[in-house]
């Protein structure tokens, strides 16, 4: 591997001349940011910002959520701005260090510093503002030949400039739990806050039907099912440096779905195989995607009753169609084949008929276009359509969304959250003007 020295002539002289001025580091393990949906992140700590975007890249920029290091994928940015900056000196993080690409700066240099696992950019002029470009290629990492994508993941950063080295101290905002993953009808708790900075801070939910926060960060249920992200925020003071800080707030409920002996149109069903003594069941593609294999999840044993989260719509419905069914996920785009390929092709205007046939073993024969559903080829652990059977392969099972036993009917009306919002047998949410059997507040009655 060729190594770059840390430091060249030039940064040497730099520091040299520039010693006056003082440095500034933060731990990015220690902060929270502030996720922007699909596109990147933000972050505001010791006087400076940093805005992470997603560009041309094909992954978003995030903080992970085990390490809480600061990742950046191949072609995302990272924009840092302050005070006038004359270095800044990157630690790349353990996972930086296995998947460490080159980055290109709007302006200045950067030098690699792999045996000490830095990457440092100087700018003797000083730069306000300045943009950092990922690169393609796994340059530096330790595992470059596995993964080949360059990734600039961070633990920390130091920086030297003008300003940087006030002695205000961090405003240090956190909630006890970062995450909370709640399910309907259990006892809700509340995290803590706690904070050290004298400046006020303001609290905002981005979705107050899932969940609220008072003046003083207490966090409390919306009422509805969903996902709220809480932010806590103080602006910067004469002591203390600005803070933010995030809880995320899942509410949700147990779907049950059970074997199916036969198909029945307008239900919905998970695609499930069972194999080498486990039971794996498909997700849909992404929603970008026009074609590809369904990925799946997995559980031990061959069950036949599957609890799925109800945020995670992994089902797909089953339709009549002229000359059998047609299949369509969760974000509206039917299933069928081409000619070519053994993938899946996804479109919300083409909906094929798919001949469904159950076969004695309990699972089924679903064909289209003389391509018949399988699950894995070899050792893979995914569903895609041949027209033989493959090596090791299983024919898929299909269980239906069971309308008496989803998880919502189990609500009791001492910890259900009393809302008014109603939901029907398949624990959709529907409004007022919708008629059949329903449920609200944990009871079932007829709307006529």
């Given amino acids: 591997m060729v190594k770059t020295l840390r430091y060249t002539l030039m940064t040497v002289v730099a520091?040299?001349?520039?010693?006056?001025?003082?440095?500034?580091?933060?731990?990015?393990?220690?902060?929270?940011?502030?996720?922007?949906?699909?596109?990147?992140?933000?972050?505001?700590?010791?006087?400076?910002?940093?805005?992470a975007d997603k560009a041309a890249g094909t992954t978003a920029p995030t903080q992970n959520?085990?390490?809480?290091?600061?990742?950046?994928?191949?072609?995302?940015?990272?924009?840092?701005?302050?005070?006038?900056?004359?270095?800044?000196?990157?630690?790349?993080?353990?996972?930086?260090?296995?998947?460490?690409?080159?980055?290109?700066?709007?302006?200045?240099?950067?030098?690699?510093d792999t045996e000490n696992g830095i990457t440092t950019w100087t700018n003797t002029?000083?730069?306000?503002?300045?943009?950092?470009?990922?690169?393609?290629?796994?340059?530096?990492?330790?595992?470059?030949?596995?993964?080949?994508?360059?990734?600039?993941?961070?633990?920390?950063?130091?920086?030297?400039?003008?300003?940087?080295?006030?002695t205000k101290q961090p405003a240090n905002l956190a909630f006890s739990e970062a995450t909370i993953d709640h399910e309907v009808g259990t006892e809700f708790t509340a995290p803590t806050?706690?904070?050290?900075?004298?400046?006020?801070?303001?609290?905002?939910?981005?979705?107050?039907?899932?969940?609220?926060?008072?003046?003083?960060?207490?966090?409390?249920?919306?009422?509805?099912?969903?996902?709220?992200?809480?932010?806590?925020?103080?602006?910067?003071?004469?002591?203390?440096s600005a803070g933010n800080a995030t809880c995320t707030v899942y509410v949700w409920h147990y779907n049950v779905y059970k074997k199916a002996a036969a198909v029945e149109s307008g239900k919905k069903y998970m695609i499930v195989a069972q194999r080498d003594s486990n039971t794996y069941y498909a997700i849909p593609a992404k929603e970008s995607y026009n074609y590809g294999y369904l990925s799946t999840f997995n559980v031990e044993g061959t069950v036949d009753e599957l609890k799925i989260k109800s945020s995670y719509d992994d089902s797909f419905a089953f339709e009549t169609l002229d000359d059998g069914f047609s299949i369509k996920d969760c974000y509206g785009r039917y299933?069928?084949?081409?000619?070519?390929?053994?993938?899946?092709?996804?479109?919300?205007?083409?909906?094929?008929?798919?001949?469904?046939?159950?076969?004695?073993?309990?699972?089924?024969?679903?064909?289209?276009n003389g391509k018949?559903?399988?699950?894995?080829?070899?050792?893979?652990?995914?569903?895609?359509?041949?027209?033989?059977?493959?090596?090791?392969?299983?024919?898929?099972?299909?269980?239906?969304?069971?309308?008496?036993?989803?998880?919502?009917?189990?609500?009791?009306?001492d910890n259900t959250v009393k809302n008014g919002a109603r939901y029907n047998l398949a624990g959709q949410r529907v409004n007022n003007s919708y008629k059949g059997i329903v449920i609200e507040n944990g009871k079932k009655f007829v709307v006529k």
Avoid: C
């Fill in 125 to 166: 002029n000083g730069s306000t503002t300045v943009t950092f470009t990922v690169g393609d290629t796994n340059t530096y990492g330790t595992n470059k030949e596995k993964k080949p994508a360059g990734q600039f993941d961070l633990a920390s950063v130091t920086i030297t400039g003008d300003a940087a080295g006030k």
């Fill in 193 to 240: 806050f706690t904070k050290e900075t004298t400046a006020a801070v303001t609290f905002v939910s981005d979705n107050e039907a899932v969940a609220t926060v008072n003046a003083e960060g207490v966090i409390a249920l919306g009422g509805e099912e969903g996902k709220a992200v809480i932010t806590a925020s103080s602006e910067e003071n004469d002591a203390y």
């Fill in 335 to 368: 299933l069928y084949m081409d000619t070519k390929h053994n993938s899946f092709q996804f479109d919300k205007e083409k909906s094929e008929a798919w001949t469904v046939e159950a076969e004695e073993n309990g699972t089924f024969s679903i064909t289209n």
């Fill in 372 to 413: 018949f559903i399988q699950f894995g080829s070899g050792t893979y652990t995914s569903f895609g359509a041949y027209d033989k059977l493959q090596e090791n392969a299983v024919l898929p099972m299909l269980f239906v969304l069971n309308d008496n036993e989803s998880g919502i009917n189990g609500i009791t009306n």
């Fill in 15 to 51: 520091m040299v001349a520039n010693f006056s001025f003082a440095q500034t580091t933060i731990d990015f393990t220690k902060q929270a940011v502030t996720l922007k949906d699909k596109v990147g992140y933000t972050l505001t700590a010791e006087g400076y910002t940093f805005e």
């Fill in 65 to 112: 959520g085990k390490a809480k290091d600061l990742r950046h994928y191949a072609k995302n940015t990272l924009t840092i701005s302050g005070p006038a900056m004359k270095e800044i000196v990157f630690t790349m993080s353990e996972a930086g260090k296995k998947q460490w690409g080159d980055v290109t700066p709007s302006e200045g240099q950067v030098t690699v």
